[in-house]
């Protein structure tokens, strides 16, 4: 739904079945295209959207990456699972099942509608 969405908007689309190969997938095209937004499945095999924020921000700081905003998607809308989501260093928690009212308004938030 989140990738028709941004289609819509003419945006391309990546996407990566773990955090791990996420990660891997940014590093490897990095050079060649310019990253907007990531959006953050929390709950991935391998790594999850925790664990792979938290690596994707170290990246960033230390200048291996550039900034780019983080955006949790979660089924999870705890104020406990928003805190975390902040936490590890997302920017935005958007709640599964996706709403493209909700979605449309955290692009606008961060500048991207």
Do not use: W
């Amino acid at each position: 739904v989140a990738k028709t969405f941004l289609e819509e908007r003419g945006y391309k689309v990546k996407s990566a079945l773990s955090g791990a190969q996420g990660i891997e997938l940014i590093k490897d095209h990095v050079n060649e295209l310019t990253f907007t937004l990531i959006l953050m499945d929390l709950q991935m095999p391998v790594m999850d959207g925790f664990e792979t924020t938290i690596q994707l921000r170290k990246l960033m700081n230390d200048g291996q990456l550039p900034i780019i905003p983080i955006v949790a998607l979660s089924a999870n809308g705890t104020d406990q699972d928003k805190k975390r989501c902040f936490e590890s260093g997302m920017v935005g928690h958007i709640l599964k099942p996706l709403r493209e009212k909700a979605f449309n308004e955290t692009l606008r938030k961060l500048g991207l509608a």
